[in-house]
Structures are given as structure tokens and as C-alpha cells.
């Protein structure tokens, strides 16, 4: 599946080290999502950015930046990340907001703080 | 907000038998409710959603019901099979607001075919 693609899918990092990481869809879809999942937590959506423009943010850490230069990427940056910042991240993507419609995700990117 | 339960955590039945994973939702205003299927180490996929609007939905082997007055949802998969071991989530959409909605997952249910 090529619908939503993320890189890198394993990254590891020191608690000092600036990284990001990209998502991409080609599907059209006007809407992206970023979510984290660890061990044992359900799906926590962090962001949520519509036609480019942030509509979400669930009290994420600023920690962790968004970016989202146009409808079909999306970034998250990260920065002084902790240990228990190790996780899933998983992208997704939907054709709108406002209706629900189904969301697409991405492969994910396994996520680990040393 | 939005918040919501999911049972049993983890669920092992025998090839052929039923399975039943039930979720609750405490905001009465949410009106769309998917599921969605994770196998291991893949993304989570789509597999059946339903509205407020129904009651009930049929896809094959696999049903949910929604009772809004109890606001509980449950997932049905009949004639099991060990391709569908995974974990499963249901998650509620909360009502539209003035930018849309966003789920709010439930924690999951790990079920186990066993063959």
C-alpha cells in the first residue's frame, strides 16, 4: 500500500538531538493527523491539520513541533525528546473534516529516546 | 470529552467460534463510530464503522450494533478465522464542531484464534 508513507520507520535518538519525521499521502485527501501509540495506551491523537492549517492540538508537549507545508505532507519535528517519548507515531490522513470519513494511516515510525 | 471504554483487553477463542469486543462512550453527541484492525507490526486498517443513525451493519463475517440510548457499541465476528488474531479498536467521533471531529480510540482488545 502506497496510500500514506512515512520515513523514516525506525529511528533512534539521544535526548539531545533534533530529528523529524515526514508523512506523506497520495490519495488527495485534505486532511492529516499525527497520533502516538505506546505500549499498553490507545491511539493519542497529538495534532490534527486541515487544508494546511492546524485545527487540533491535544495539549502535546512543545517538545514535539507540526508542520504542515502543504495538503499532501506533513512534518513532526522533534527536539529535547524524553525517554517515555519512545513510541509509535502514526500518520493518517482523511479526504475532509467536518464529516466522518474514514481516516487512512500510515506505516508508522518506531520512535525510540535513549 | 469524549471518553471510551473497550472490553475484554485481551479475548482467545477457538477457530470457528464467535467473537464479541464491546466499547462505551460517555458523550452522548458523538455519532460516528468506526473499528479499526491492527495486526502486528502493520498500521491500523478500517474494517467496518457505523453512524447514529443505524442500528446495526453487516459486512460478511463481521457486524457491529450501536444502542445510542446506552451508548455502547460492540463488534461481532463470526466463523473466526487465525487471520483475524490482531488487535482491535473502536473509537467515537464526537459531535462536528466549528473544525470537525477527531476520534478518541478506545484502548484495544488483543483477540486470539486458536486453531
Known amino acids: 500500500e502506497t496510500g500514506v508513507t512515512q520515513t523514516p520507520r525506525h529511528l533512534v535518538m539521544g535526548m539531545t538531538n533534533k530529528k523529524s519525521l515526514k508523512c506523506e499521502q497520495h490519495?488527495?485527501?485534505?486532511?492529516m493527523y499525527w497520533y502516538k501509540q505506546s505500549a499498553k495506551k490507545p491511539l493519542e491523537l497529538m495534532f490534527v491539520?486541515?487544508?494546511?492549517?492546524?485545527?487540533e492540538n491535544n495539549s502535546v508537549p512543545s517538545r514535539f513541533s507540526p508542520e504542515c507545508p502543504n495538503s499532501s505532507h506533513l512534518f513532526l519535528h522533534l527536539h529535547t525528546l524524553q525517554p517515555e517519548d519512545s513510541a509509535l507515531y502514526l500518520c493518517?490522513?482523511?479526504?475532509?473534516?467536518?464529516?466522518?470519513?474514514?481516516?487512512?494511516f500510515g506505516p508508522g515510525t518506531r520512535l525510540t529516546v535513549t | 470529552g469524549e471518553n471510551v471504554e473497550q472490553h475484554p483487553s485481551t479475548l482467545s477463542v477457538q477457530e470457528g467460534d464467535s467473537a464479541v469486543i464491546k466499547c462505551t462512550y460517555s458523550?452522548?453527541?458523538?455519532?460516528?463510530f468506526p473499528w479499526y484492525k491492527q495486526e502486528l507490526g502493520k498500521r491500523p486498517q478500517l474494517i467496518i464503522d457505523?453512524?447514529?443513525?443505524?442500528g446495526e451493519k453487516k459486512d460478511q463475517r463481521i457486524a457491529v450494533t450501536l444502542n445510542k440510548t446506552a451508548k455502547h457499541f460492540s463488534l461481532h465476528i463470526t466463523e473466526t478465522q487465525p487471520e483475524d488474531s490482531a488487535v482491535y479498536f473502536c473509537?467515537?467521533?464526537?459531535?462536528?464542531?466549528?473544525?470537525?471531529?477527531?476520534?478518541?480510540f478506545g484502548p484495544g482488545t488483543r483477540l486470539s484464534v486458536l486453531p
Open positions: 493518517a490522513s482523511s479526504q475532509d473534516m467536518g464529516l466522518a470519513y474514514e481516516q487512512y
Open positions: 490519495l488527495g485527501h485534505n486532511a
Open positions: 491539520y486541515s487544508l494546511e492549517e492546524r485545527v
Open positions: 458523550d452522548s453527541a458523538s455519532n460516528y
Open positions: 457505523i453512524r447514529s443513525n443505524v
Open positions: 473509537a467515537a467521533s464526537p459531535a462536528v464542531d466549528n473544525y470537525g471531529q477527531n476520534f478518541v
